[in-house]
């Protein structure tokens, strides 16, 4: 069946490091895929995301692009702030389903 | 546009009782309904799906029983907890699918419910 994989974290970074954080999925079919992110105590707030192949998401200074040769939808970030601490969760949607696979998270901290 | 809000966003009850937590799309139709839990530092469970004026289909080894949903309009449902005991306590968050468009969910904040 479908699958996601994300690194394991916790990923502790110092505020302006570069961030990238690995996802991975398997699927039958040709998946749209999500970052979605949630800060402490909230709910999940769509971060971006890529519908085909070589799409590009991005919002907030956050960027993923589908990888449909390598399977992946990896996380980046040039520069991140303290305000970036949080969970953020890779997924998957097949077209014509309802149903998101989520990733395990991974927990983000940044220090000032 | 397409803001998902639950209700309560907290909730602690006895052991015993039963509780109850709304999930409205406030500015859009949602034909079908999710609702998720969430354990501590652990990714979401997809517990159910609900469709507007049907029953609930739900996950391998989610009880019926236990957690009543009920999808009564186009903008409303609503997950009970019924007979709550402490092992119930968890992160409970709803996401809507738009009737028209694509498949994105859009997620509530969540409701924390804890069960003494």
């Known amino acids: 069946g479908d699958s996601v994989t994300q690194m394991e974290g916790p990923v502790t970074l110092s505020e302006e490091a570069f961030l990238t954080i690995n996802c991975t999925y398997t699927a039958t079919g040709y998946p749209s895929l999500f970052w979605y992110v949630q800060y402490p105590g909230e709910g999940l707030q769509l971060l971006l995301k890529?519908?085909?192949?070589?799409d590009k998401g991005s919002n907030k200074g956050f960027e993923a692009t589908y990888r449909k040769e390598t399977t992946s939808f990896h996380l980046e970030k040039g520069s991140v702030q303290v305000s970036d601490s949080a969970v953020y969760f890779c997924a998957l949607s097949e077209p014509g389903t309802y149903k998101y696979i989520f990733g395990t998270g991974t927990r983000l901290k940044v220090l000032a | 546009g397409a803001v998902v809000s639950q209700h309560p966003s907290r909730v602690i009850c006895k052991s015993g009782t039963s509780v109850k937590i709304e999930c409205r799309s406030l500015d859009f139709q949602a034909t079908t309904m999710f609702w998720y839990r969430q354990f501590p530092k652990q990714s979401l469970m997809l517990m159910a799906t609900?469709?507007?004026?049907?029953?609930?289909?739900?996950e391998q080894g989610v009880e019926k029983d236990k957690f009543l949903i009920n999808h009564a309009s186009l903008t409303l449902s609503t997950l009970t907890v019924t007979s709550a005991h402490p092992e119930d306590s968890s992160f409970y968050i709803c996401?809507?699918?738009?009737?028209?468009?694509?498949?994105?969910?859009?997620f509530g904040p969540g409701t924390r419910l804890t069960v003494t």
């Open positions: 996401s809507a699918q738009a009737r028209q468009g694509s498949y994105e969910q859009y």
């Open positions: 890529a519908t085909k192949a070589d």
């Open positions: 609900s469709n507007e004026g049907s029953k609930a289909t739900y």
